[in-house]
């Protein structure tokens, strides 16, 4: 079962293009090159430029395939790339000959590694590459002034000969690129993009000295082509805090293009230690880049990227908690909801309003998977904090007056009802917001008239509860406000805001703007909305799946079905990628209005994801419309893949002592199926 298993998921990763599979035997070379995946210029001296390019998705696949087929030796590549230009918007300079001859009068070759680099840039005069144009003698005296008025327009592509020169591969030109001080980007919004951590480990080098290991996820697109604008330019920082430490710190940086690094982090460590898996720290890094390498924008002050997910190692969430509170921290924890100033916090005590939209500005971010924007100029006189202002120009939060936050205040109940409701209208503007069946509370006049609404919607969610018939929305005497009443501790706040995440993440909601409510949880969580369970026959519970079998009418075969051991799934509907932490299998969740999504999970953390349409008729099922995604950091990040073709297969349906099944056949399987011969089983699980 898990060889048959095993076989039908390789097969469906080739053909959405999940993972580049290799022979045992040499790699073969590719007969074709895409396109470089980012492309850009900047100005040195005189008629000098860096040119930077990115390796294209072929290429990417074809450099870790060799490196896998010979690890010894194949760990770099050096590919070539040709430049082509013009002036003031006039011809290319390219001619068909550029294809068979002269290929390193006008080309560049850069170095990258295996699993560590993917982007380089080199320095070449113009003048010297082209030397029959006179024109380039002018920038060659005149430098980065004569782009004012002449600016000249680049293009790249990879050429390359793997047969001795014999025959050339060309890709296709990448995009233009336009050099000019009169033409530029936004940098600002060209890195608000947090980077993925996706490991930082400590180790022992051989010398004793202790150092990290980091590795990121995909670098965000358009970052990199930022980087690519000012040269290569932009730095990844590392920071860490260890344990007993209130604030991170920065400690090492490595250039922004490795995807691995390592860094040694001597005076942070016991360097005596044999082993550092006990040690209590946690890493988070984010990019930087100084405008002074970016001319065109004429700015020297230094920008940076929002900052990444942080990896702990051995550190707890939090220094206290109640009882009560424990599961609920821990999936806010699980999902990343928990914002670093209450990361080690006494979770017993009240939440301050900074704290507070904090909170709810990592709510927003993790649940629509977009970074968030501080709001400019700044209106607050007694806060700077980015977090404040995220949560303020979202319209999560408001200030105490026109000019004041006051961040060290207290919340109460009514003004933390008030945030979330507020939270969920920004991240599902479709979601239903009526009122109609909340509970009435018992002092439900006391309730502020501009938070009523807010209260009762939150209400209605089960997301905000009373007690005995009450709500206690705020303190209302000198008595109740001197004994902390009405109130909101750390806990109660974060547990409303994991009980908000799962409301969105399970759709019940509604299907939010722009987006489909597919919701194919492998583990649901306490809050979410199941899908009914389909209608199967009864039978033996003595019988095999193969006896059991039974032809399902259209539709019942809703829900999601699970084959092998995947942990740590969850779908995003947002963004409609999932994400996964480890494991070995297969999900579908099939949809009543007939779209479906599956993920499949290799034993290497390969995973492809492909969205579609299906249809019943009979004992067949058929799939249509398919576009396939691939990631290989669990989620962080998905690249395109290829459409799977349309298909049909037999399924089934049935119950044994474990429950409800499906029955899928293998391409080509007629009834009757049998998981021991042609089909492959999924349990039913929501």
Known sequence: MTRKLLAALLTLMMIAGAIPFTALADVAPPTALGAPAHFGVSHYYGDSYYFAISAPEDMRAYIEARATDNPKDWQTFSPYFQIDYRIDGGSWHYTQAWDTSNR????????????????????????????????????????????????????????????YDKTYVCSDWSKEFTLSPNTKADPDKLINHAPTLALADAAKGPSGEPYLKIKTGRLPGETEDLNAMTGLSIYTEVWMRRAGEQDFKLVNKEWFTHEYFEIRVGDYFDKTKQSYDEESYEIKIRSRCEMKNYKQSGRTDIIYSPFSNVISHNMPAWSKASMWATAELKKADDAGLIPDILKGADMTGPITREEFAELAVKLYEQTTGKASTPASPNPFKDTTNPQILKAFNLGITTGTSATTFAPKELTNRE???????????????????????????????????????????????????????????KATTTAQTAAGYATTT???????????????????????????????????????????????????????????????????????????????????????????????????????????SSLIISGLGFAISINGKYAVKGDKITFTSQTGKSSSDGGQTWAAGNSPPNATYYYALGTDDNGSYLLMGLEGATPPLDIETNAVSYSFMQ
């Not at 070759?109 to 006179?134: H, I, W």
């Open 104 to 163: 390193l009068r006008n080309t560049i070759y850069v170095t990258l590694g295996n699993g560590r680099y993917y982007q380089a840039a080199e320095r070449q005069s113009l003048s010297s590459m082209f030397p029959e144009d006179e024109s380039l003698k002018l920038f060659k005296e005149a430098g980065w002034d004569l782009l004012k008025s002449h600016p000249i327009t680049f293009r790249a592509r990879f050429v390359m000969s793997f047969d």
């Open 415 to 473: 003004q933390v009802a008030t945030m979330l409701s507020r939270a969920i209208r920004v991240m599902a503007p479709g979601a239903d917001l009526s009122t109609a069946g909340a509970p009435a509370f018992s002092d439900q006049k006391v309730i502020s008239s501009w938070a009523l609404e807010h209260v009762l919607f939150m209400s209605r969610l089960g997301v905000i509860k009373g007690t005995d018939g009450k709500f206690m929305p």
């Open 490 to 596: 750390r806990e109660q706040a974060i547990a409303m805001s994991v009980r908000s995440y799962e409301q969105i993440e399970s759709g019940a909601l509604g299907t939010p703007t722009g987006g489909a409510a597919v919701q194919p949880s492998v583990t649901p969580s306490a809050g979410t909305t199941p899908t009914p369970s389909p209608t199967v026959t009864p039978t033996p519970t003595n019988a095999s799946p193969a006896q059991q079998e039974q032809p399902a009418g259209s539709g019942s075969i809703a829900g999601t079905w699970q084959n092998g051991s995947m942990i740590g799934v969850t779908y995003n509907m947002f963004t409609g990628t999932f994400k996964y932490r480890s494991g070995i299998g297969q999900c579908y969740t099939f949809n009543s209005d007939g779209t479906f």
